[in-house]
């Protein structure tokens, strides 16, 4: 049996179909329709994410108030402009589609007949390529014209997606915070405490705008690392700010793959020296420049939520040694009216 020859003007004829049919998809301007629907959703839900936080009692970032004034100011007067560009184009390049889609038509009725099929494929391809190109250009300009608020609305959610993780981890703390104390920053971390790394407890570090906590919170015990073990949740060691005389940062290990953070601690804390890897896809530069900022006060223009005057007095005046014993007193946590002496049972109502 004769093999039939290939038909090299079918087979062109068939590809271009295949670009006519893809090009449909396209004259609606789809991906900046869906841009614009999904920026109009998180918009929308902005307002409320920002209220949720601070409920929460997240104190930081007052910024994001005011950025989501912003955003949604400028995204009204961009929306309004590019949907009426989407339905104006979309329209032009539809007319222009069904033109070319009756020449389309017309040259599937000539498959039989190569030679001339041939002949009058240039002309539509030239149209079909122009289109295309129109319709991708239209993209371009229209993606231009939205600028960076897409990307400003996506980081801004980021940053209430990572204050949401902070507040989530406060909340499952196993140790109480202090009273009137606001937390600023969240990471997962390993404190390098033996310099092995093999026991090295990991967790999360936390920075308030008092101290620097670093909590063990993870599974301890696991055969092959991966079956069984325990979990194991408690503080490990907490400074006051005060006492951090320097922080220091380094990207350590392959590629500076590590995150490190460096402290030099001042007389009165725990230790004198302490090591910690920031994990998460957190940058350790990032966390030392805000330690170094909450320590030196400039941090204070970022609250949203003032401290209570009534109750930062109560802590001034709070005693630091009980009036029986002279035993010193444990600091004031949040929520407590009241001081007990681990050494003489003393109450001591604030």
Not at 188 to 207: Q, S
Not at 324 to 348: E, H, K, R, W
Request: charged share 30%; glycine share 6%.
């Amino acid at each position: 049996m004769t093999t039939p020859e290939p038909n090299p003007s079918a087979a062109a004829h068939e590809d271009m179909q295949r670009q006519w049919k893809e090009l449909f998809e396209k004259i609606s301007l789809p991906e900046i329709s869906r841009t614009i629907t999904d920026t109009s959703d998180k918009l929308h839900k902005l307002p409320e994410q920002i209220v949720r936080i601070r409920q929460r009692g997240y104190v930081f970032a007052s910024y994001l108030e005011q950025k989501r004034d912003v955003l949604v100011k400028r995204w009204d007067d961009i929306k309004r402009n590019i949907q009426s560009a989407v339905q104006s184009e979309a329209e032009t390049f539809r007319t222009e589609y069904n033109r070319i889609d009756s020449l389309m038509t017309d040259l599937s009725r000539l498959l039989s007949n190569p030679a001339t099929l041939e002949s009058r494929m240039p002309p539509i391809r030239q149209r079909i390529q122009e289109l295309e190109d129109r319709v991708e250009a239209t993209e371009r300009k229209l993606k231009a014209d939205l600028g960076s608020l897409p990307s400003d609305t996506d980081q801004t959610l980021k940053q209430l997606s990572d204050i949401s993780w902070y507040l989530d981890q406060k909340e499952e703390a196993s140790f109480k915070f202090l009273a009137n104390e606001a937390l600023f920053l969240a990471a997962k971390a390993e404190w390098v405490e033996t310099g092995k790394g093999k026991n090295d407890p990991d967790g999360i570090l936390y920075l308030t705008d008092q101290r620097l906590v670093f909590e063990q919170k993870e599974t301890v015990g696991k055969t092959l690392g991966l079956f069984g073990g325990k979990k194991a949740q408690d503080l490990k060691w907490e400074v006051p700010l005060h006492l951090v005389a320097e922080v220091k940062a380094e990207n350590k290990g392959l590629f500076g793959g590590k995150d490190m953070l460096y402290f030099t601690l001042k007389s009165g804390a725990p230790f004198s020296q302490i090591t910690v890897e920031v994990k998460g896809g957190v940058a350790c530069k990032f966390w030392a420049a805000q330690i170094q900022r909450m320590i030196s006060g400039n941090t204070k223009d970022e609250r949203a939520i003032q401290p209570d005057a009534e109750a930062l007095e109560a802590i001034k005046k709070a005693p630091t040694a009980c009036p029986s014993c002279g035993g010193t007193l444990p600091m004031l946590v949040a929520g407590q009216n009241q001081i007990d002496c681990m050494y003489c049972g003393t109450v001591i109502r604030i």
